[in-house]
């Protein structure tokens, strides 16, 4: 196998820095399984607490060996297990991506994979973010930010992320869709290098309105938005809007490079039934990569850490160092 079919290979020039998320949930136990397997192959700097890892690692029968470990000392021994929410914990996930963007602008670090962080956890701690993607945006002043979920059969834009689904429809703009197209298109030619992307848009309602007779988003708002852009935008091929069903279905096949989606579970409902183990969130907008893995803190797993599946956050780092890779020859 060679390097270019399989980017880990070359990856000892990529400094990838790991967060372990939230010290209660799953993190310590995925960054140490996929720090095991990935040992001599990747350049990580971890961002964690010692005590938490030495705990997980204990539970996991292992002897962590970390080349680099910024140890925050954030996690307090008395009182502290595994699988509980506390706004103590949430407050050290926060000073972990804190360290981690520190380490980016000082370009100590070329990408960054984040292990997952509670999002009741950090609100406990006064955070108003509702997840990485919006406290990354803050830490590094980018606008507009786009969440791509990927798996190893599709890649989905979302136009909207962790909002009611109320408020879905009150969100969707001609300006957010095209923000939204135009960022999605210039991530997918800088990190994937795609050079022209054939980008699908789902529409928000059942059969894409049917012509407006279910609902006016498509007519008023989705399909100006498309026509407009396909003026523009000459380095994309953009269809749209289909019924999500129809565009999905299409995706899988390989007619398009992403889906452009307006809703959180039109994207997490196809990946997950197809294939969860390699799904990865990815952001487009930041000035690095960063990737995470498809799942969120796990509680419940997390004071049985032998149970915890490490592929996804692997996924996640492979990905994170084929788009370094590709940025820095985009």
Known sequence: MNSRSNPILKSSTIRIGLTIGDPAGIGPAIALKALELLKGKVNFTVIGDSFVLSE???TLCIKPVFSNLIDLHNVKKDG????RVNSLNGKASLEYLDKAAELLKNRQLDCLVTCPISKEAINLAGSKFPGHTEYLADKFNCKGLTMVLINSKFRFSLVTRHIPLKDVCRQITRNSLENNILNTVKGLKCLFL???PRIVVCGVNPHASDNGIIGTEELRIIKPAIAALRKKCREAVITGPLSADVAI?????GNFDCVIVLYHDQALIPLKLTDFDSG???TFGLPFV?????????????TKPTLANPNSLIAA???AITCTLNLKKA
């Open 56 to 58: 997980a690692a204990k």
């Open 80 to 83: 502290f297990v595994f699988g």
């Open 194 to 196: 795609i050079r022209k």
């Open 249 to 253: 279905s299409e995706s899988a096949k």
């Open 280 to 282: 990865i969130n990815l």
């Open 290 to 302: 960063r990737t995470s893995p498809l799942h969120g803190t796990a509680f419940d797993l997390a």
């Open 317 to 319: 780092v492979k990905l």
